[in-house]
């Protein structure tokens, strides 16, 4: 009986391997899958702002798409959202489907439309369905990819009303004479970049003027002024940067324009945008909590949106009051040799843009996560830089405010008011997703 019985225990064994489920995706699968889409903005040089447009939809498209399955829990932002159409889809419709699966093609079937260089998603679309197959479960994938495009035909008309398509149509951008306003830096002397965003049709907020900010420091070259003291303590900083200050700025450069010049030839250097950086703490954040997938969804949606508002209300002023960067009146006023830590982003100084996404981010993000959430940020260590620790999201954007002085790219009121018109913008983006779906 002996061989009997190992022969029983032995089929036990293989049928309980065999039948012993798949571990569900989580939180890990769709911050991968974004990290793809981030990658190829990398690659195509995407701006701040353009770069927070894309993620917002990109992460809509999965919200809405989860919605579908949990509507209780993540109701569809459709009649909230101007301009979102209804998405009424019977899932029953479509056979079998797989809710976690839905929100990663989700992921990368936006970003195959609306990036630049999407197509090149498409290769990690063929895995899954490769994957799936192997599987014996080609019938699911398929049934769940017609879901998500069902899904995104709905977005696609909301994306295409956003006035991103007119950009190239308005009158052509000119630097305004003087001294006050800002003029293209060294060196590349790039043309400033998308000076009508503000045209951009918001996320949550009203219009891009809902948050103003007070106007900056005008512009008086007198030593008591109150420009000139900022100005004079741009450089006074930057004479007297300590090597922590220094790498605190370096750290928080995510400048995706930076140009290398060595004797006439000029290099490109490929940086993450801020709003790339907050996309990756989020994510740190939701694998740290161990998010449900659908959880890690909702939190993408929230500061995607949030960045996307704070990028078009920042745009709003920066054209608005135009202003003077520091390399520039520096160069002027005080030092024609003097040159910035970081290199001076192309569109105009005030109010900081990092400030603004930063703290609105970090406010979406506390709501989500708790005011004392500690984390270890690696999203630059791809760059050659070390991870940092952070005590909470507020501490990290505290930090990434104060580099733009540290760097010499920025004047404290610009940093000041940003974080105002930030805070402004994250209450808005909190309230709009959970208080008023709780009404």
Same mark, same amino acid.
């Given at each position: 009986?002996?061989?009997?019985?190992?022969?029983?225990?032995?089929?036990?064994?293989?049928?309980?391997?065999?039948?012993?489920?798949?571990?569900?995706?989580?939180?890990?699968?769709?911050?991968?899958?974004?990290?793809?889409?981030?990658?190829?903005?990398?690659?195509?040089?995407?701006?701040?702002?353009?770069?927070?447009?894309?993620?917002?939809?990109?992460?809509?498209?999965?919200?809405?798409?989860?919605?579908?399955?949990?509507?209780?829990?993540?109701?569809?932002?459709?009649?909230?959202? #101007?301009?979102?159409? =209804?998405?009424?889809? /019977?899932? !029953?419709?479509?056979?079998?489907?797989?809710? @976690? $699966?839905a929100a990663i093609l989700a992921v990368f079937k936006s970003g195959e439309?609306?990036?630049?260089?999407?197509?090149?998603?498409?290769?990690?679309?063929?895995?899954?369905?490769?994957?799936?197959?192997?599987?014996?479960?080609?019938?699911?994938?398929?049934?769940?990819?017609?879901?998500?495009?069902?899904?995104?035909?709905?977005?696609?008309?909301?994306?295409?009303?956003?006035?991103?398509?007119?950009?190239?149509?308005?009158?052509?951008?000119t630097p305004k004479v003087g001294d006050a306003y800002w003029q293209p830096?060294?060196?590349?002397?790039?043309?400033?970049?998308?000076?009508?965003?503000?045209?951009?049709?918001?996320?949550?907020?009203?219009?891009?003027?809902?948050? #103003?900010?007070?106007? =900056?420091?005008?512009? /008086?070259? !007198?030593?008591?002024?109150?420009?000139?003291? @900022? $100005?004079?303590?741009?450089?006074?900083?930057?004479?007297?940067?300590?090597?922590?200050?220094?790498?605190?700025?370096?750290?928080?450069?995510?400048n995706p324009f930076a140009v290398q010049q060595i004797g006439h030839v000029?290099?490109?250097?490929?940086?993450?945008?801020?709003?790339?950086?907050?996309?990756?703490?989020?994510?740190?954040?939701?694998?740290?909590?161990?998010?449900?997938?659908?959880?890690?969804?909702?939190?993408?949606?929230?500061?995607?949106?949030?960045?996307?508002?704070?990028?078009?209300?920042?745009?709003?002023?920066?054209?608005?009051?135009?202003?003077?960067?520091?390399?520039?009146?520096?160069?002027?006023?005080?030092?024609?040799?003097?040159?910035?830590?970081?290199?001076?982003? =192309?569109?105009?100084?005030?109010?900081?843009?990092?400030?603004?996404?930063?703290?609105?981010?970090?406010?979406?993000?506390?709501?989500?996560?708790?005011?004392?959430?500690?984390?270890?940020?690696?999203?630059?260590?791809?760059?050659?830089?070390?991870?940092?620790?952070?005590?909470?999201?507020?501490?990290?954007?505290?930090?990434?405010?104060?580099?733009?002085?540290?760097?010499?790219?920025?004047?404290?009121?610009?940093?000041?008011?940003?974080?105002?018109?930030?805070?402004?913008?994250?209450?808005?983006?909190?309230?709009?997703?959970?208080?008023?779906?709780?009404?």
């Open positions: 009986m002996r061989p009997v019985v190992v022969v029983i225990i032995w089929l036990c064994a293989a049928v309980s391997a065999h039948a012993r489920p798949e571990p569900p995706m989580g939180a890990t699968d769709y911050v991968q899958a974004l990290k793809k889409v981030t990658d190829i903005m990398l690659a195509d040089v995407t701006s701040p702002v353009a770069a927070s447009r894309y993620y917002a939809y990109i992460n809509l498209t999965a919200y809405e798409t989860q919605s579908l399955y949990d509507a209780a829990t993540y109701p569809s932002l459709s009649g909230r959202l #101007k301009g979102l159409s =209804p998405i009424v889809l /019977d899932r !029953a419709a479509f056979g079998p489907t797989d809710a @976690q $699966l439309k609306l990036l630049p260089s999407g197509y090149l998603l498409k290769k990690h679309v063929d895995s899954l369905a490769v994957l799936y197959e192997k599987k014996q479960q080609t019938a699911l994938f398929q049934n769940t990819l017609q879901l998500v495009e069902a899904v995104w035909k709905p977005v696609l008309g909301y994306v295409r009303a956003d006035g991103f398509s007119k950009l190239n149509n308005l009158k052509r951008y830096t060294p060196p590349a002397f790039m043309a400033p970049v998308e000076p009508n965003w503000n045209t951009i049709r918001p996320f949550a907020l009203d219009s891009a003027q809902q948050f #103003k900010v007070a106007p =900056p420091a005008p512009y /008086d070259t !007198a030593r008591t002024s109150s420009f000139y003291q @900022q $100005l004079r303590e741009v450089y006074e900083v930057s004479q007297k940067a300590t090597k922590k200050q220094r790498h605190i700025a370096q750290y928080w450069d995510c000029e290099f490109g250097l490929k940086k993450i945008s801020p709003g790339g950086h907050w996309i990756g703490i989020t994510g740190i954040a939701c694998r740290k909590q161990h998010f449900s997938l659908a959880q890690t969804v909702h939190a993408h949606a929230m500061v995607s949106i949030a960045l996307a508002d704070a990028f078009i209300a920042c745009w709003d002023e920066k054209y608005r009051s135009n202003r003077v960067r520091p390399e520039t009146a520096i160069k002027k006023l005080i030092d024609p040799r003097w040159q910035p830590l970081l290199q001076t982003p =192309p569109f105009p100084e005030y109010v900081s843009g990092h400030s603004v996404a930063s703290t609105a981010a970090a406010r979406v993000l506390t709501q989500l996560f708790g005011d004392n959430f500690s984390f270890t940020d690696d999203t630059e260590v791809e760059f050659n830089l070390p991870t940092r620790k952070f005590k909470s999201f507020h501490a990290a954007a505290e930090e990434a405010c104060i580099s733009r002085l540290y760097g010499g790219i920025h004047y404290r009121d610009a940093i000041v008011n940003g974080q105002q018109q930030g805070e402004l913008v994250g209450n808005w983006v909190v309230r709009f997703f959970l208080v008023k779906s709780e009404e």
